[in-house]
């Protein structure tokens, strides 16, 4: 999504009465909750979370806006990646691709068509939708309901020769949240005020995971600094791997390496951020269930997660290198000579590239490409190599 701030405008918000009922009645039972256990309430409750049902998240009707949904430009680019892919694995007939956070289906609808148009693209193609939400299965399904050859399923979490593809997922996944004070770590905590409001209560790790993450990475936070930790990013990329049988996994968001991740000068207060109608803040106690919740991804994290999974690396760069090693800037040159392009739709595709690369928006998301099975010296574009 595009992280640069705006103004923000008056949005009297209220939060969801259930999930904030459920979020007090779960305190006044066991106690404060950690914060990756709210962010699970409040984004991915079945009923209820953010996540779930029918409401419009990412895309310009939304909340924020993501590369695909900002223009077809992105999945068409992504496309010359995906035909490497389907090289590298011997270039099967059909080819399968599964999607985390397939949302909308923009991204599959403009992939999926430039694949089955390329004159060494796969005959077929069966698209996997894993998503917390089933709905979004019919969405995908709809964006690509006109062409042939592709097929749309629920995932099954089968293992697949293919593509895995998760764009802005992991920033989402429930996080902890931390504070040094002194040479004491302490874990911020989900409670209840005098008034029965939610508030940041500071107790002892609930687990000494948070401690070992950080000795492990060799990061040593500054007093009063605070941060946040995703424990669950170890278990998303081993269910992510255990998917994978020969093929590539690709991941795009935006995150750092844990030296700068957790750089007390840039970021004494953390990466934690909401987003709610295009407009960034800071406090995750309203609109609950209404708000997206992220925080940046720990890179260094994730590759250390992908190696004990067994997957090999491709190659780790920025959504603008990547983009323009595939070739970006030469497919926004032949939108001008698309069936049907005007002035208008180019330039439309110009900006929303621009935003794609540009370093101070979307332009510096981390793109990561771990691979299983593949030939050794195999070269895949995007990263230098191809």
Same mark, same amino acid.
Not at 216 to 234: F, K, P, T, Y
């Given at each position: 999504?595009?992280?640069?701030?705006v103004?923000?405008?008056?949005?009297?918000?209220a939060?969801?009465?259930?999930?904030?009922?459920?979020i007090?009645?779960?305190?006044e039972?066991?106690?404060?909750?950690?914060?990756?256990?709210?962010?699970?309430?409040?984004?991915y409750d079945?009923?209820?979370?953010?996540?779930?049902?029918?409401?419009?998240?990412?895309?310009r009707?939304?909340?924020?806006?993501?590369a695909?949904e900002?223009?077809p430009l992105?999945?068409r680019?992504?496309?010359?990646?995906?035909?490497a892919?389907h090289?590298?694995i011997?270039?099967?007939?059909?080819f399968?691709i599964?999607?985390?956070?397939?949302g909308?289906?923009?991204l599959a609808?403009?992939?999926?068509?430039?694949?089955?148009?390329a004159?060494?693209?796969?005959?077929a193609i069966?698209?996997?939708v894993?998503?917390?939400?089933?709905a979004?299965?019919?969405?995908?399904? +709809? $964006?690509?309901n006109?062409?042939?050859?592709?097929s749309?399923?629920? /995932?099954d *979490?089968d @293992?697949?020769?293919? &593509?895995i593809?998760?764009?802005?997922?992991?920033?989402?996944?429930?996080t902890?949240?931390?504070?040094?004070?002194?040479?004491?770590?302490?874990e911020?905590?989900?409670?209840?005020?005098p008034?029965?409001?939610?508030?940041?209560v500071?107790?002892?790790?609930?687990t000494?995971?948070?401690?070992?993450?950080l000795?492990?990475?060799?990061v040593v936070?500054?007093?009063g600094?605070r941060?946040e930790?995703?424990?669950?990013?170890d278990t998303?990329?081993?269910g +992510? $791997?255990?998917?994978?049988?020969?093929g590539?996994?690709?991941l795009? /968001?935006? *995150?750092h @390496?844990?030296?700068? &991740?957790?750089?007390s000068?840039r970021?004494a207060a953390?990466?934690?951020a909401?987003?709610?109608?295009h407009?960034v803040?800071?406090?995750p106690?309203?609109a609950?269930?209404?708000?997206d919740?992220t925080?940046?991804?720990?890179i260094?994290a994730?590759?250390r997660?992908?190696?004990?999974?067994?997957?090999?690396?491709?190659?780790?760069?920025?959504?603008?290198?990547?983009?323009s090693?595939?070739?970006a800037?030469?497919l926004l040159?032949?939108?001008?000579?698309? $069936?049907?392009?005007t002035?208008q739709s180019?330039l439309d595709?110009?900006?929303?590239?621009v935003r794609?690369?540009?370093p101070?928006?979307?332009g510096?998301?981390r793109v990561?490409?771990?691979s299983r099975?593949?030939?050794a010296d195999?070269?895949?574009?995007?990263?230098?190599?191809?």
């Amino acid at each position: 999504m595009d992280l640069r701030r705006v103004p923000a405008r008056d949005q009297d918000v209220a939060s969801d009465p259930v999930l904030l009922a459920t979020i007090r009645a779960e305190i006044e039972r066991s106690g404060p909750l950690t914060f990756d256990r709210f962010m699970e309430i409040a984004l991915y409750d079945p009923a209820r979370g953010y996540y779930r049902g029918a409401a419009t998240r990412p895309g310009r009707a939304g909340d924020f806006l993501t590369a695909p949904e900002a223009h077809p430009l992105f999945g068409r680019t992504l496309a010359r990646f995906a035909l490497a892919v389907h090289a590298s694995i011997g270039a099967p007939a059909s080819f399968t691709i599964r999607e985390h956070g397939a949302g909308t289906g923009a991204l599959a609808a403009a992939l999926v068509a430039e694949l089955l148009a390329a004159p060494d693209g796969p005959a077929a193609i069966r698209y996997l939708v894993a998503e917390v939400e089933p709905a979004r299965v019919d969405a995908v399904r +709809a $964006a690509l309901n006109d062409l042939d050859g592709a097929s749309v399923e629920p /995932d099954d *979490g089968d @293992p697949i020769d293919g &593509l895995i593809v998760a764009n802005e997922v992991l920033d989402a996944l429930p996080t902890h949240r931390i504070v040094q004070r002194g040479a004491s770590l302490r874990e911020i905590l989900v409670g209840l005020g005098p008034d029965g409001g939610l508030v940041d209560v500071e107790a002892e790790p609930t687990t000494p995971a948070l401690e070992a993450r950080l000795a492990a990475e060799s990061v040593v936070l500054a007093d009063g600094q605070r941060a946040e930790i995703c424990l669950a990013l170890d278990t998303w990329i081993d269910g +992510a $791997a255990a998917g994978l049988r020969r093929g590539v996994l690709l991941l795009i /968001d935006y *995150g750092h @390496p844990a030296a700068d &991740l957790y750089d007390s000068g840039r970021r004494a207060a953390g990466t934690l951020a909401t987003y709610l109608g295009h407009q960034v803040g800071d406090d995750p106690y309203r609109a609950i269930g209404r708000q997206d919740l992220t925080a940046h991804v720990d890179i260094t994290a994730v590759e250390r997660a992908t190696a004990r999974a067994g997957l090999i690396p491709i190659g780790s760069t920025t959504q603008s290198d990547f983009l323009s090693r595939l070739g970006a800037g030469d497919l926004l040159v032949a939108e001008q000579t698309r $069936a049907g392009a005007t002035l208008q739709s180019y330039l439309d595709a110009r900006a929303a590239l621009v935003r794609m690369i540009d370093p101070g928006a979307m332009g510096r998301f981390r793109v990561l490409a771990v691979s299983r099975r593949l030939e050794a010296d195999v070269a895949l574009p995007g990263f230098g190599g191809g």
